[in-house]
């Protein structure tokens, strides 16, 4: 058993005025399985690169374990994949074998070239590399993007497998109560430790917010009264200020009717102004050490849509529907109806057609061939979110303008799903693939929409923006056809559940 000890490290990138991370300690088991979770662009991925050395803090990070890293870069993608493989790794064949065979995986695919792979099955093998070697401590970043939901398992019974311990990121709250048994949960700049999986987190962090919000408000009615009672000393010494320039304006008066001493109403004024401002200076320090007390939590701003209910009930039918693409017969004999409200579940494994069928319906799949009917209301304004959304480039207020959207709208709900303003000059292709996805969903929740067609909205999203369209959803009830694997993320939207099946 080795540890991972972390000592003061700080972060910043070279670019950037505020630190990622601001004086880390943490003292991780290597047999633990750490879920690494935290808002998109907060630093999951800086950090396992501070801990594999490709990036460096101050601070000191002590160990003696070697890391290993998913995913990693395939170079030549034509090449054969065991050959892409040994030189990434030195690893024996045999090696390899055994781990994808503890994932049900034939062993004969590394003999095909790397881009001949579905999928879910570069994933597998680019994981089962991460584990050939026995003496290290895998660094896994979102292994079960665009996976379906039996890779999603598969992937989670491969894990179960292991008595090594890593760090995985993931957005998947299911994945993740089967794989851990600790999270770290970055917050703000820092890094908090929880035993248990990601559900005891939530529920930890939900009954900590809950009791930081309740002490917050007790605190603010403290300062609010302390800010009264400072407001009341001012216009208390306001008023003695007054009675003493009085006292000097009608001095000659008391002093012939009167053997009152000259300075004794001066005296008396400087005293209790003195003492006003010793009161009010009490009051600040009061002030400043409430607020000091005070926990900064994070609000997730509600998204809104720009959906307006179409006056057909009915958008789309189909009947007995059969789809081929270049040849290949994808899913038989679908029957549906989409309403003007609601969100129906297109489900079913990786290649079953579910995207395809999307495309159709746009006619963006000119390859396409189906048989059956399908009938589309008339002069439906409609909303598509594709699961490849690399196409989108240029600056946002271009991107706006091309695809005559507000640009005021983007940007505020880009504000609302937590992207930087400092990335508001980037170009799109140049975002990370978290901001890409971000710029995609707002674009589409801007878009004046009857009928939305979201294809894997959840993938790139952290579980703070997953659990913001969730709420949308569930309050607005949108016409949707929806492609997800994420299963709480399904459960929770999903009016109406279809499986397309891959036809035999």
């Known amino acids: ?72 870069k395939i170079a030549d993608p034509a090449n054969i994949t065991l050959y892409e493989l040994q030189k990434q790794a030195n690893f024996e064949e045999w090696e390899l074998d055994r781990e994808l065979n503890l994932m049900n995986v034939n062993p004969d695919l590394l003999w095909q070239p790397f881009n001949t792979l579905s999928g879910g099955e570069q994933t597998k093998v680019l994981l089962a590399l991460s584990f050939t070697n ?64 990601f559900a005891t987190y939530e529920d930890t962090k939900q009954k900590r917010d809950e009791f930081n919000h309740e002490r917050n408000q007790k605190l603010k009615g403290e300062i609010n009264e302390l800010h009264q009672q400072k407001e009341q000393f001012y216009h208390w010494a306001q008023k003695v200020e007054a009675r003493k320039n009085i006292g000097r304006k009608y001095q000659h008066v008391l002093n012939r009717r009167t053997r009152l001493n000259k300075g004794a109403i001066g005296h008396a004024a400087a005293k209790m102004m003195k003492k006003s401002i010793n009161a009010r200076d009490r009051m600040d320090h009061k002030i400043q050490v409430k607020q ?52 129906i579940s297109l489900e079913g494994r990786n290649g079953s057609g579910k995207s395809t069928f999307l495309k159709m319906l746009l006619d963006k799949a000119p390859t396409a061939k189906y048989q059956g009917k399908y009938e589309l209301a008339d002069g439906l304004s409609i909303s598509y979110l594709p699961q490849d959304f690399t196409e989108y480039k240029g600056t946002l207020h271009n991107f706006a303008y091309e695809h005559k959207i507000s640009y ?84 929770q939207v999903a009016d109406q559940r279809v499986r397309l099946d891959i036809a035999e």
């Open 1 to 72: 058993m080795s540890n991972i000890r972390i000592s003061n490290l700080s972060f910043r990138y070279d670019d950037s005025s505020e630190n990622i991370f601001n004086n880390l300690n943490l003292n991780l088991d290597s047999t633990w399985k750490l879920g690494l979770v935290g808002r998109n662009g907060r630093g999951k991925t800086t950090f396992l690169n501070l801990l594999r050395g490709k990036l460096h803090g101050l601070g000191d990070i002590q160990t003696r374990l070697n890391f290993s890293y998913y995913p990693i």
């Open 292 to 343: 000091g007390l005070m926990t900064n939590i994070e609000d997730i701003p509600e998204l809104s849509m720009n959906f307006k209910a179409n006056y057909h009930s009915t958008l789309l039918e189909i009947q007995h529907l059969d789809l081929q693409i270049d040849g290949k017969s994808l899913f038989k004999d679908l029957n549906l109806v989409v309403k003007n409200h609601g969100v």
């Open 134 to 197: 026995k003496d290290s401590f895998a660094l896994i970043d979102e292994p079960t993007n665009h996976l379906d939901e039996d890779s999603r398992q598969e992937i989670s019974n491969y894990l179960g497998k292991h008595e090594k311990g890593y760090i995985v990121v993931s957005h998947d709250r299911d994945f993740l109560n089967q794989v851990t048994d600790h999270i770290l949960a970055i917050e703000n700049t820092e890094i908090h430790l929880y035993q248990g999986n």
């Open 408 to 491: 005021e709208e983007l940007l505020n709900n880009l504000k609302k799903l937590g992207f930087p303003r400092a990335s508001f000059a980037t170009l799109i292709e140049e975002m990370s693939m978290g901001q890409q996805k971000r710029v995609a969903l707002a674009k589409s929740l801007v878009e004046p929409s009857d009928l939305y067609l979201w294809d894997e909205p959840a993938n790139y999203l952290d579980v703070f923006n997953q659990d913001q369209l969730i709420e949308l959803l569930k309050k607005v009830k949108p016409a949707m056809l929806l492609i997800e694997h994420d299963e709480y993320f399904i459960e």
